[in-house]
T-cell receptor
Framework: AQSVTQPDIHITVSEGASLELRCNYS??????LFWYVQSPGQGLQLLLK??????LVQGIKGFEAEFKRSQSSFNLRKPSVHWSDAAEYFC???????????FGAGTTVTVRA | NAGVTQTPKFRVLKTGQSMTLLCAQD?????MYWYRQDPGMGLRLIHY???????AKGEVPDGYNVSRLKKQNFLLGLESAAPSQTSVYFC??????????????FGPGTRLTVL
């Protein structure tokens, strides 16, 4: 079975500062990795995904994530946060022989002026 | 192109009442999913479907039933609602990808309260 851990429940960051959200997974083979964002009262929107190839992937809204196999991690980063980035972020993991995804518990990001 | 839509957006039920949540997608996706979202628990899969006429249990299926009579629609039913089913329900869909994970596209959610 695979599991996904997002160690940080809540992060507060100043506008303009950098942001890093952590995601760790447990799965024996190469995982399929996703980051989703959920704005208040909205559904989930895909930010980026990793299936194979370059381990640094670029997404929408200026986000990027890096797959590190040795650390079983897929951390999300943004160099300079905007107030509109305040939201809840979910990491999700899939695998090559199953169409289902497992989601982490989420990290809520608050942006202060 | 509306993507994934959910009906209704909000609902309040009394314990023991029944209801059906409707999910519709216009992307011709093969796979569809129902999740519930509870604080601190992320999204948990209730049921899913890999094609018209097929359904399967997910992680937390008890108390729910589903049907996929048409490819574009996926219905989630609560036969006898309980307060523990108070949650936000999300529907998602994804394209055919063999037995491989792929991007799931989400609806806006249905907020259900059971009194």
């Amino acid at each position: 079975a695979q599991s996904v851990t997002q160690p940080d429940i809540h992060i507060t960051v100043s506008e303009g500062a950098s942001l890093e959200l952590r995601c760790n997974y447990s799965y024996g083979a190469t995982p399929y990795l996703f980051w989703y964002v959920q704005s208040p009262g909205q559904g989930l929107q895909l930010l980026l995904k990793y299936f194979s190839g370059d381990t640094l992937v670029q997404g929408i809204k200026g986000f990027e994530a890096e797959f590190k196999r040795s650390q079983s991690s897929f951390n999300l980063r943004k160099p300079s946060v905007h107030w509109s980035d305040a939201a809840e972020y979910f990491c999700a993991v899939g695998r090559s022989n199953d169409y289902k995804l497992s989601f982490g518990a989420g990290t809520t990001v608050t942006v202060r002026a | 192109n509306a993507g994934v839509t959910q009906t209704p957006k909000f609902r309040v039920l009394k314990t023991g009442q029944s209801m059906t949540l409707l999910c519709a997608q216009d992307m011709n996706h093969e796979y569809m999913y129902w999740y519930r979202q509870d604080p601190g628990m992320g999204l948990r899969l209730i049921h899913y479907s890999v094609g018209e006429g097929t359904t399967a249990k997910g992680e937390v299926p008890d108390g729910y039933n589903v049907s996929r009579l048409k490819k574009q629609n996926f219905l989630l039913g609560l036969e006898s609602a309980a307060p523990s089913q108070t949650s936000v329900y999300f529907c998602a869909s994804s394209r055919y990808s063999g037995r491989t994970a792929d991007t799931q596209y989400f609806g806006p959610g249905t907020r259900l309260t059971v009194l």
